[in-house]
């Protein structure tokens, strides 16, 4: 017996070694056929209005059917998404006065592509007994919207956040019973 116990304290030093990567991790990305916001980015200025046609824009990997992720916008949708009340339609671009006239015969795109890891970090035993929970996101999101006339793109825009570095921190002063009352009240109703 006290040589199982004097093993159990002389390998507890390498086992606590390797606890913080025993913290949980996550990746979530929402599928596309791009590798990175720049790799969006590129395709994305491929496409230029006046000249792209609907079946050039689905080859840069913007095609809802075949790639996923991506809102087929009605006529409808995409003067609810560019015309504001207190925004005067002449302010509006070319391609979008276009839309407007053409009615029925506009539509449009709108893809909402990104990707994230996040990483718990910091100390295991305060992050499993809830004292702290440390979490490191990185990652990118990249959303853009294109109106086609017929089968032409008259109008595009985007925006999106290249480079997504966040730091969470939760601190839970009564660690493992930080929320207990919540618990016990839930459980007496």
């Known amino acids: 017996m006290p040589m199982i116990a004097r093993r159990l304290v ?11 990567s025993l913290l949980p991790s996550e990746q979530a990305e929402v599928s596309s056929p791009f590798d990175s ?18 079946t050039e824009l689905f080859k840069l990997g913007f095609d809802p059917l075949v790639n996923g992720n991506g809102r087929m916008l009605s006529f409808i ?6 015309i504001q009340p207190n925004i005067p339609i002449d302010y509006l671009p070319d391609g979008l006065m276009r839309c407007l006239e053409a009615k029925e015969r506009c539509s449009g795109y709108a893809f909402e ?10 100390s295991f035993w305060a992050d499993v007994l809830n004292f702290r929970k440390n979490r490191e996101v990185q990652g990118w999101s990249f959303r853009s919207v294109f109106v086609m006339v017929d089968d032409t793109l008259v109008h595009k825009v985007s925006n999106g956040e290249p480079n997504i570095r966040r730091s969470e921190v939760r601190n839970n002063p009564l660690g493992p019973l930080q929320g207990a009352g919540e618990f016990f009240s839930d459980q007496l109703k």
């Open 77 to 82: 949708d995409v003067r609810q998404m560019f």
């Open 113 to 122: 592509l990104s990707k994230s890891d996040s990483q718990r970090v910091g």
């Open 10 to 20: 002389l390998s507890l030093p390498v086992l606590l070694c390797g606890c913080s």
């Open 37 to 54: 916001y720049l790799d969006a980015e590129i395709r994305y200025a491929q496409a230029v209005p006046g000249r792209t046609t609907r």
